[in-house]
């Protein structure tokens, strides 16, 4: 017995020291940059990286605010079109693998397997045409083609899916049968609350893949009433012969600050966890 | 379970609406378009027209014998199984650490918290970072490796190609085993804890636990975070262009990189970087569907093939009624 | 999920390409009559900011400008613009500038029938140039095949070989400019015994292999494409051998360009104490000043330097500036271009900029494209120890030659010199480095190698 005891004891040092050195190489890299916001330009040309804080962080900020856009604006236009993506993309995969598990219908399967199939095609290839068709239809300098799209995000549909196959009992949706409630009722009120957890974990997922998201905004929006966070960071470095790192940074550090709000209000659930079923059951 | 009322199966038509609407919009269309695009004689910037090739697969017939095209694809499966093995082991033993009831680990919800934030920080400041901690011939990893002695002089690490590729893996690796553990954890509390309590009862090992319970039933998560890490595995892009622009010496070029080069680097290969994306798609197809097949729940088949036979007879016999 | 995303733009421009199908028509239906906005794309905010101080001074010149800015860093601004450019319509782009390493598309190349022909804007093309006596590399870049000028620019980016005074000093004696010019050249030879002196007092003649590359690339007689084939000039050719040798003799510091070693050697943190860096004017102003480690004399190495006459005569940068053919308001587009590119007055863009006084004065002065301009100007530095810049600057700009330039040059340059690296660090041998080199050409460009 004392042995055992003695070596869970060493397993839960190594655990521990395993998990702290983790955490400190997933905190480094958010300490460079919040110290890098306080360097000048030319102290970062120097030493890239570096722990100790400098006094620029003003005259950074006055180099943002010099450019022809405006931080709030990008801030605000971030938000909605991750704010929106982030909500499409939760509601209607949840809407989607309620009807997979809920119902039976006769294309059920096959359209599961569609899905999958889905998920597959490399976003390389549902790229191409893709602008042309914003352009088409006069959605560029528009954050819609950054929402929409994300109502059909196959991957988010397998992981709620899965989510639903493990905690839902199809007995509450029927006992609101009885009580008369129609399915979409019982759907909006009954089951959402139900997947409350799943679609947190869900939600930092997209919200931050959307924040972070560059290339396309960054083509599709052309007018500076419509940039968001990361296309003005990207202004910010210019072209390489003249770039304010000193600023791209402080950018950097704005454009992760609403990240770290988000991401630890919602953390709650990815410390509870979520239950995911397999296939059957 | 499964008598689910026949009368509401059009609910689950209604409700899958949205996503095939958007899907067909926004994804099959642009699909079929490249498609269509590889095998028209489409390049050079401002054209407008194409034609249909003679030869229609003579795009694809250039691509295949690219040499470098080649050895990007090598590239990746290389590097890709550099940041996966060790990404799905240290997922799944965090897993098993954060899930086990042997260990109460303390701070576990800190823990968590705190692996999959650099999941949140965007791809291209990672890879500066990263480029200037390995800077040569003065930088942070060259410093401390001086300083311990481990070198003499400042190694180029730029240079050295096994030691990009690592770097390139350790950023993918770094960046998503977080995610990969987080679905892993939901995937275990999916897992019915009588069973657990009756394996403790009969005095199996946590390590026995893990093996024996644990990984079967973690197949269909299993499957999905090796779906989508293959797929984002083989689509890999920015970190390898932002760290040392594929170099050096094609080290790090992807295959991404490589169809982007095809299109952008100056000769504007519509046709043919459409081609190799095709390919790509072609080759993530067959790679899934070969994990699907490895993976594929034998019993549940045979689960299945019954429940449709079961359906058949009840519909025979309610005709006969 | 979906990782990576971003490489969805690599097809974007395929993307471009078809719509311009779907929008042929609407190009004829956005021919509104006296229409007052002017678009304008760039990749900076340096010409929207010129567009201010024109307004100022042109207050009759009522139009609206609608600026588009995106960097070039992440390889967004040319598929966008020649997105706009292929899609046409009212919101297509009026002005819009291209930066050295891709002018050429837009002026000769692929989107070269974007461009109109400056003497269609209404200006007097042959008079002003010579008037202005504008560098004539930077004519050359900007006159599309058929022999019409379609871009200008306003800066001019010739190089020079900036060095350090007390270096100078301790290894020949003096720091003057005349004296030192004739130390690191005329020529290649000239320049590697110049290094050999440095050597044996323990310094290095430049920081690192990527310093020597611009002068070697501008200098050299023909560009990488000849007859529709990839050539290698054999000033080019030659790269390989100095760089290898270099390494091994230990003339640099083996660092790269724009890394945290390379802007380290600019205030004597490297290994060896750095002699000289070659570069344009904005290279002091943007990098070099900055990166000395003091803002007045006496600081770091502020103050420490000097230009002199490169060993070749080369250029590296600048913005050219570009008119849509099919742009309705052609005549106030012309007089602000005019105004940027050709106006040497002391109320000209380009005296303002050579002075830094288009936004009050103290800003940072600048070579200008007009010799009319630079010879009104003061380009006295209190970085180069209180040197006039323009006297070196100016003839620089006359050595330079923008005919060896392709299309290409970014991509090509970057797989020889990747590959003249591999060679130099003893990865592989020189016939391997220079196939690879050339198969990298094939694979990717599509240009016939033999």
Same mark, same amino acid.
């Given at each position: 017995?004392?042995?055992?005891?003695?070596?869970?004891?060493?397993?839960?040092?190594?655990?521990?020291?395993?998990?702290?050195?983790?955490?400190?190489?997933?905190?480094?890299?958010?300490?460079?940059?919040?110290?890098?916001?306080?360097?000048?330009?030319?102290?970062?040309?120097?030493?890239?990286?570096?722990?100790?804080?400098?006094?620029?962080?003003?005259?950074n900020w006055a180099v943002f605010k010099g450019k022809s856009f405006n931080p709030v604006v990008g801030f605000v236009n971030s938000m909605l079109s991750s704010g929106g993506a982030t909500l499409c993309a939760v509601?209607?995969?949840?809407?989607?693998?309620?009807?997979?598990?809920?119902?039976?219908?006769?294309?059920?399967?096959?359209?599961?397997?569609?899905?999958?199939?889905?998920?597959?095609?490399?976003?390389?290839?549902?790229?191409?045409?893709?602008?042309?068709?914003?352009?088409?239809?006069?959605?560029?300098?528009?954050?819609?083609?950054?929402?929409?799209?994300?109502?059909?995000?196959?991957?988010?549909?397998?992981?709620?899916?899965?989510?639903?196959?493990?905690?839902?009992?199809?007995?509450?949706?029927?006992?609101?049968?009885?009580?008369?409630?129609?399915?979409?009722?019982?759907?909006?009120?009954?089951?959402?609350?139900?997947?409350?957890?799943?679609?947190?974990?869900?939600?930092?997922?997209?919200?931050?893949?959307?924040?972070?998201?560059?290339?396309?905004?960054?083509?599709?929006?052309?007018?500076?009433?419509?940039?968001?966070?990361?296309?003005?960071?990207?202004?910010?470095?210019?072209?390489?012969?003249?770039?304010?790192?000193?600023?791209?940074?402080?950018?950097?550090?704005?454009?992760?600050?609403?990240?770290?709000?988000?991401?630890?209000?919602?953390?709650?659930?990815?410390?509870?966890?979520?239950?995911?079923?397999?296939?059957?059951? | 379970?499964?008598?689910?009322?026949?009368?509401?199966?059009?609910?689950?038509?209604?409700?899958?609406?949205?996503?095939?609407?958007?899907?067909?919009?926004?994804?099959?269309?642009?699909?079929?378009?490249?498609?269509?695009?590889?095998?028209?004689?489409?390049?050079?910037?401002?054209?407008?027209?194409?034609?249909?090739?003679?030869?229609?697969?003579?795009?694809?017939?250039?691509?295949?014998?690219?040499?470098?095209?080649?050895?990007?694809?090598?590239?990746?499966?290389?590097?890709?199984?550099?940041?996966?093995?060790?990404?799905?082991?240290?997922?799944?033993?965090?897993?098993?650490?954060?899930?086990?009831?042997?260990?109460?680990?303390?701070?576990?919800?800190?823990?968590?918290?705190?692996?999959?934030?650099?999941?949140?920080?965007?791809?291209?400041?990672?890879?500066?970072?990263?480029?200037?901690?390995?800077?040569?011939?003065?930088?942070?990893?060259?410093?401390?490796?001086?300083?311990?002695?481990?070198?003499?002089?400042?190694?180029?690490?730029?240079?050295?190609?096994?030691?990009?590729?690592?770097?390139?893996?350790?950023?993918?690796?770094?960046?998503?085993?977080?995610?990969?553990?987080?679905?892993l954890i939901a995937g275990v509390l999916g897992i019915d804890p009588t069973l657990f309590e009756a394996a403790e009862i009969d005095g199996a090992t946590s390590t026995q636990i893990f093996f024996k319970i644990t990984?079967?039933?973690?197949?269909?998560?299993?499957?999905?975070?090796?779906?989508?890490?293959?797929?984002?595995?083989?689509?890999?892009?920015?970190?390898?262009?932002?760290?040392?622009?594929?170099?050096?010496?094609?080290?790090?070029?992807?295959?991404?990189?490589?169809?982007?080069?095809?299109?952008?680097?100056?000769?504007?290969?519509?046709?043919?970087?459409?081609?190799?994306?095709?390919?790509?798609?072609?080759?993530?197809?067959?790679?899934?569907?070969?994990?699907?097949?490895?993976?594929?729940?034998?019993?549940?088949?045979?689960?299945?093939?019954?429940?449709?036979?079961?359906?058949?007879?009840?519909?025979?016999?309610?005709?006969?009624? | 999920?979906?990782?990576?995303?971003?490489?969805?733009?690599?097809?974007?421009?395929?993307?471009?390409?078809?719509?311009?199908?779907?929008?042929?028509?609407?190009?004829?239906?956005?021919?509104?009559?006296?229409?007052?906005?002017?678009?304008?794309?760039?990749?900076?905010?340096?010409?929207?900011?010129?567009?201010?101080?024109?307004?100022?001074?042109?207050?009759?010149?009522?139009?609206?400008?609608?600026?588009?800015?995106?960097?070039?860093?992440?390889?967004?601004?040319?598929?966008?613009?020649?997105?706009?450019?292929?899609?046409?319509?009212?919101?297509?782009?009026?002005?819009?500038?291209?930066?050295?390493?891709?002018?050429?598309?837009?002026?000769?190349?692929?989107?070269?029938?974007?461009?109109?022909?400056?003497?269609?804007?209404?200006?007097?093309?042959?008079?002003?140039?010579?008037?202005?006596?504008?560098?004539?590399?930077?004519?050359?870049?900007?006159?599309?095949?058929?022999?019409?000028?379609?871009?200008?620019?306003?800066?001019?980016?010739?190089?020079?070989?900036?060095?350090?005074?007390?270096?100078?000093?301790?290894?020949?004696?003096? *720091?003057?400019?005349?004296?030192?010019?004739?130390?690191?050249?005329?020529?290649?030879?000239?320049?590697?015994?110049?290094?050999?002196?440095?050597?044996?007092?323990?310094?290095?003649?430049?920081?690192?292999?990527?310093?020597?590359?611009?002068?070697?690339?501008?200098?050299?007689?023909?560009?990488?494409?000849?007859?529709?084939?990839?050539?290698?000039?054999?000033?080019?050719?030659?790269?390989?051998?100095?760089?290898?040798?270099?390494?091994?003799?230990?003339?640099?510091?083996?660092?790269?360009?724009?890394?945290?070693?390379?802007f380290a050697d600019m205030k004597d943190a490297g290994a060896k104490k750095v002699f000289g860096f070659f570069g344009p004017a904005w290279l002091i102003n943007y990098v070099m000043a900055g990166n000395s480690g003091?803002?007045?004399?006496?600081?770091?190495?502020?103050?420490?330097?000097?230009?002199?006459?490169?060993?070749?005569?080369?250029?590296?940068?600048?913005?050219?500036?570009?008119?849509?053919?099919?742009?309705?308001?052609?005549?106030?587009?012309?007089?602000?271009?005019?105004?940027?590119?050709?106006?040497?007055?002391?109320?000209?863009?380009?005296?303002?900029?050579?002075?830094?006084?288009?936004?009050?004065?103290?800003?940072?002065?600048?070579?200008?494209?007009?010799?009319?301009?630079?010879?009104?100007?003061?380009?006295?530095?209190?970085?180069?120890?209180?040197? *006039?810049?323009?006297?070196?600057?100016?003839?620089?700009?006359?050595?330079?030659?923008?005919?060896?330039?392709?299309?290409?040059?970014?991509?090509?340059?970057?797989?020889?010199?990747?590959?003249?690296?591999?060679?130099?660090?003893?990865?592989?041998?020189?016939?391997?480095?220079?196939?690879?080199?050339?198969?990298?050409?094939?694979?990717?460009?599509?240009?016939?190698?033999?």
């Open positions: 017995m004392k042995s055992l005891k003695a070596s869970t004891n060493i397993t839960k040092t190594i655990i521990y020291v395993v998990c702290i050195f983790l955490a400190i190489l997933s905190v480094f890299p958010f300490l460079v940059m919040f110290i890098n916001a306080t360097r000048s330009t030319f102290q970062i040309q120097q030493d890239s990286v570096s722990l100790l804080p400098s006094k620029y962080l003003a005259s509601y209607f995969s949840s809407l989607t693998a309620y009807a997979l598990v809920a119902y039976s219908w006769k294309l059920r399967q096959p359209f599961f397997t569609f899905i999958l199939a889905v998920l597959m095609i490399p976003a390389q290839v549902t790229g191409i045409g893709f602008y042309q068709f914003m352009y088409r239809i006069g959605w560029t300098n528009s954050l819609l083609p950054l929402i929409f799209p994300a109502i059909a995000s196959p991957s988010m549909v397998f992981f709620m899916r899965q989510y639903l196959m493990a905690t839902l009992s199809l007995d509450i949706v029927n006992s609101a049968r009885i009580d008369g409630a129609g399915e979409f009722y019982t759907f909006n009120r009954i089951i959402l609350p139900i997947m409350k957890p799943a679609m947190a974990t869900q939600a930092i997922f997209t919200f931050v893949f959307s924040w972070n998201s560059l290339f396309i905004p960054l083509i599709l929006l052309t007018n500076s009433k419509k940039y968001t966070m990361p296309i003005m960071v990207s202004l910010l470095r210019g072209d390489i012969y003249k770039t304010e790192y000193g600023a791209v940074y402080l950018g950097l550090s704005l454009t992760v600050l609403p990240l770290f709000v988000i991401y630890f209000l919602l953390s709650k659930y990815i410390i509870a966890g979520v239950a995911l079923g397999a296939l059957k059951e | 379970m499964r008598n689910k009322g026949v009368n509401y199966a059009k609910y689950g038509y209604i409700f899958s609406i949205p996503f095939v609407l958007t899907f067909l919009i926004f994804s099959l269309y642009p699909t079929i378009f490249t498609a269509v695009i590889g095998f028209t004689d489409l390049r050079g910037m401002g054209r407008t027209e194409f034609n249909f090739l003679k030869q229609p697969f003579d795009n694809f017939v250039l691509i295949l014998n690219n040499p470098t095209f080649r050895k990007s694809l090598g590239t990746t499966a290389i590097i890709w199984l550099m940041n996966f093995i060790p990404q799905i082991l240290l997922s799944l033993l965090l897993t098993a650490w954060f899930t086990t009831r042997r260990f109460k680990i303390r701070g576990q919800g800190a823990f968590k918290v705190l692996l999959y934030m650099p999941n949140i920080i965007t791809a291209a400041t990672i890879a500066i970072l990263f480029n200037s901690l390995f800077g040569y011939p003065k930088g942070p990893v060259n410093d401390l490796f001086m300083r311990f002695g481990w070198l003499d002089a400042p190694a180029n690490f730029h240079m050295q190609k096994w030691t990009a590729r690592g770097v390139v893996a350790f950023i993918q690796f770094w960046m998503w085993y977080g995610n990969s553990m987080i679905v990984l079967p039933r973690l197949k269909t998560i299993l499957l999905y975070v090796l779906i989508t890490s293959m797929i984002g595995g083989l689509q890999m892009f920015d970190i390898p262009r932002l760290f040392l622009w594929g170099g050096p010496d094609s080290a790090t070029l992807t295959a991404s990189l490589f169809i982007y080069n095809q299109a952008f680097s100056g000769s504007y290969l519509y046709n043919r970087a459409a081609a190799a994306s095709m390919i790509m798609f072609l080759i993530i197809v067959v790679l899934s569907a070969a994990l699907f097949h490895l993976m594929r729940d034998k019993d549940e088949a045979k689960f299945r093939k019954a429940e449709r036979l079961r359906i058949r007879n009840a519909k025979k016999q309610g005709e006969l009624v | 999920m979906k990782r990576n995303m971003r490489i969805v733009v690599s097809f974007l421009l395929i993307a471009c390409m078809s719509f311009s199908l779907f929008a042929a028509g609407q190009t004829e239906a956005a021919k509104a009559p006296a229409r007052k906005v002017i678009n304008l794309w760039s990749f900076t905010d340096e010409v929207p900011k010129m567009i201010d101080k024109y307004k100022e001074l042109n207050p009759n010149w009522d139009y609206d400008v609608n600026v588009t800015i995106i960097a070039t860093t992440d390889g967004a601004y040319q598929p966008a613009l020649d997105a706009a450019l292929a899609a046409g319509g009212a919101n297509a782009p009026d002005i819009y500038t291209a930066e050295s390493a891709f002018v050429l598309k837009y002026t000769q190349g692929d989107a070269s029938h974007f461009a109109a022909p400056y003497k269609s804007l209404g200006i007097d093309v042959a008079k002003k140039l010579k008037e202005a006596d504008i560098a004539p590399y930077t004519v050359e870049i900007g006159t599309n095949t058929k022999g019409d000028l379609v871009g200008l620019g306003y800066q001019a980016t010739g190089g020079a070989f900036i060095y350090r005074r007390s270096i100078a000093k301790d290894v020949w004696g003096t *720091d003057d400019p005349a004296v030192i010019k004739t130390k690191v050249g005329p020529g290649w030879d000239k320049f590697f015994q110049a290094a050999e002196d440095l050597r044996k007092k323990n310094y290095a003649i430049i920081s690192g292999d990527g310093d020597i590359w611009h002068a070697i690339e501008g200098a050299s007689a023909k560009g990488w494409i000849v007859d529709d084939k990839l050539f290698i000039d054999p000033d080019r050719e030659m790269f390989i051998d100095v760089a290898k040798t270099m390494l091994e003799k230990g003339y640099h510091n083996d660092t790269r360009d724009w890394t945290d070693a390379w003091g803002t007045k004399p006496g600081e770091g190495t502020y103050g420490d330097w000097a230009v002199c006459e490169p060993p070749v005569g080369f250029f590296w940068g600048g913005t050219w500036l570009i008119t849509n053919d099919k742009s309705p308001v052609k005549d106030a587009v012309g007089d602000f271009i005019e105004w940027v590119t050709l106006d040497s007055s002391e109320t000209g863009l380009q005296y303002y900029w050579a002075n830094g006084t288009l936004n009050g004065p103290g800003g940072t002065k600048d070579t200008v494209a007009s010799g009319t301009v630079m010879k009104k100007s003061d380009g006295t530095l209190p970085f180069l120890g209180g040197q *006039d810049m323009f006297d070196v600057f100016v003839p620089a700009g006359a050595f330079a030659s923008g005919r060896n330039k392709t299309q290409y040059d970014e991509t090509i340059n970057t797989y020889w010199r990747d590959q003249v690296r591999s060679y130099s660090a003893g990865n592989k041998s020189r016939a391997a480095a220079i196939a690879e080199f050339k198969q990298q050409v094939a694979d990717n460009l599509a240009i016939a190698v033999k």
